[in-house]
């Protein structure tokens, strides 16, 4: 059975062999140019903003920039494509051709059937997403310690081993939607559909709560603001500066009273005619506040071992299901 399964999965492991072994070269011949400009930030000792902020803009403007956020890329759109070409036809494609009366009424049961495949392409699975997220992360190390944003929503599900999480989810969601749905094309859809729910919804509403977040109140510190507007009905958006090296969640300005500040800003000290920085000279007599609550680095890894886990979970749940309805529901 083994070995049959092998028969009918070596040309997508060989491809993706291929590809991966392209990349490599490219991060290869890519990474010795991106050590010379880090050169400059590793022998800066102290008040490195600018020696850093030069590094990104050098960077980003070479090939390394394409490559960074062609991987990027690569790294969130490579679990749902195991998904859709890997996992939903395993099933629903021997049920829409007929051979499963075939397979399943041979001397291997039909749970070692589902079981060795799901084993041996589950492991490409893992191996592959597991080299290529290493790749990819190691390659771009520098450029996230610079930028200091691992921790950031856009990078965070691209680095580690949350990718790995993604990939097994993705191919058990695909193998079940195929079971249940018993056609290719729309169990294609199916996976590609709840899956991109499932992984939204981590940054969006659940990855916050998979570890506590540090809650501040400092003084709002007029001089380290991102953005100080005010609209025509006289309202202010006040948006202080996040915590840096840190995912913020909430950054807002509040009352004493513990009310997000909005205004109504002092039409005489912010009016077109108002003399330069009058209205942060009035904002800073009001004694605002800056709500911020963030995720800092620190919690990098906690953070990738939980949701990594939550995936891993939800994988081994769709396998137990995929074994339950091969084993009631499909004849």
């Given amino acids: 059975m083994i070995w049959f399964t092998w028969r009918q999965f070596r040309t997508p492991a060989v491809v993706v062999a291929g590809a991966l072994a392209v990349l490599a070269v490219v991060l290869l011949v890519n ?3 991106t050590t010379d400009l880090y050169a400059s930030v590793a022998a800066c000792e102290s008040d490195c903003g600018q020696t850093i902020d030069a590094f990104l803009a050098r960077f980003h403007n070479s090939a390394g920039g394409t490559i960074y956020y062609t991987t990027l890329a690569i790294m969130y759109a490579a679990p749902p494509l195991i998904g859709i070409f ?8 021997e049920i829409e051709t007929g051979t499963h ?7 291997v049961t039909r749970t070692r059937w589902l079981a060795t495949k799901l084993g041996l392409i589950g492991a490409a699975t893992a191996a592959a997403i597991g080299l290529l ?23 965070f599900g691209a680095r580690g081993i949350v990718p790995i999480g993604y990939a097994l989810f993705a191919f058990t969601l695909g193998v079940a939607a195929g079971m249940v749905v018993r056609r290719t094309v729309p169990a294609m859809a199916g996976t590609l559909a709840v899956y991109t729910a499932a992984v939204a919804a981590m940054p969006l509403w659940l990855r916050t709560h998979l570890a506590p977040a540090t809650h501040l109140t400092p003084p709002l510190d007029m001089g380290n603001l991102d953005e100080l ?32 500040f909005t205004g109504p800003a002092d039409p005489t000290l912010c009016g077109r005619n108002a003399p330069m920085g009058s209205c942060s000279d ?15 680095n620190s919690q990098y890894w906690t953070l990738q071992l939980a949701e990594t ?12 299901v995929s074994f339950w309805w091969l084993r009631r529901r499909l004849r």
Avoid: C
Wanted: charged share 15%.
């Fill in 229 to 260: 507007m005010i609209d025509q009905s006289n309202n202010m958006a006040i948006e202080p500066k996040g915590v840096t090296n840190a995912w913020t969640i909430i950054n807002r300005p509040i009352t004493s009273s513990g009310e997000v």
């Fill in 86 to 93: 890997w996992g939903a036809p395993l099933v629903a494609r």
């Fill in 282 to 296: 009035w904002v800073g007599t009001l004694g605002l506040r800056q709500d911020v609550v963030y995720h800092p």
């Fill in 31 to 33: 990474g010795k140019a």
């Fill in 309 to 320: 886990a939550v995936f891993l979970g939800l994988a081994a749940a769709l396998a137990l």
């Fill in 101 to 107: 009366r075939l397979a399943w009424n041979q001397s």
């Fill in 133 to 155: 997220s290493w790749a990819v992360t190691a390659w771009a190390g520098r450029v996230d310690s610079a930028a200091a944003d691992r921790i950031t929503p856009l990078v």
